[in-house]
């Protein structure tokens, strides 16, 4: 098993790089990993309804749709992924237990309670501390999953936060629960790079032929292009979202203003929009501008900007109906 410490914390190039050693590593691999501050989405999630928007914008987190199934999950440097990519004929393949045995044992050697609870979550005294998911592509499985060493909570709260009325519609949606951190546990202080050691020296230990790889040049190219032309974009992060049905609302000084949108693979199909505000233009124009656009602010607001908007909406400016479109 080839055993990878990556450095870089890109996400859209980690999530990448865990692709590739999934696809075109044929060798089994571990690796330990860390993404600056980020939010991950499950595959079959609709990226919208898991993330707050204006916190995830004024923060600059990234968002990154990753190949497994399961829940969003927030990353930033005080957070440490780890990934097993393994091939095996066997119909074991899908099994939680086995890829986080390894990080239990380290835990429990730190005199830390550690434990595997629920589907594919570890817990310290009924908290969560790690989230698990896996891929399988034929006779091939990806496992990875997160640590919370030692993040920011309300980060996590924050970027996570999302009203649920706002979206209906076919998706996994992440169900919250208690989370803690491995540090507030730790019987003496250790640092995340101290940590990170311990785990992978319990690797190479207790896996027969387990040795250590560093990316090739032509590795990190072909990652760099899997980046750039998948979990870079808009089309992999958000387009390939569910589809669902969206509507949210506000007063304004204008009066009482909704949106009501359909959309499919994050193109939206329909929209209404509907309240008691004053308007002298049929307001019909704004709503056709909005259909085929996908549900993104800055395709809306450059659709918008050939209308003056102050004929179709008195006293509600272009912000505020920006603002009530996610």
Partial sequence: MLCIKHIGTDPYFNIATDEYIFKHIEEDCFMLWQN?????VGKHQNTLAEINLDYVGEKEIKVVRRLSGGGAVYHDLGNLNF???RTSDNEDMVDFRRYTKP???V???LGVDAKFEGRNDLTIDGKKFSGNAEHVFKNKVMHHGTLLFASEMKDISG????NPLKYKGRGTKSIPKRVTNISDHLKEPLSLHEFTDKILSHILDTFP?????????EDL??????????YATWEWNFGRSPDYNFQQGMRSEGGVIEVHLDVEKGIIKKAQITGDF???KDIAPIEEALVNLPHEEQAIKKAWSQFDMKHYFKDITTEELLSIMF
């Fill in 209 to 217: 032929q387990a040795k250590m790889y560093e990316f090739t040049k």
């Fill in 83 to 85: 990934t097993f990519t």
């Fill in 221 to 230: 190219a072909k990652i760099q292009t899997i980046r750039d032309e998948k």
């Fill in 36 to 40: 600056d501050n980020a939010i991950i």
């Fill in 278 to 280: 004053f308007h002298i």
């Fill in 107 to 109: 835990l429990q050697n």
């Fill in 159 to 162: 970027a996570l936060k999302i």
């Fill in 103 to 105: 990080i239990l044992e």
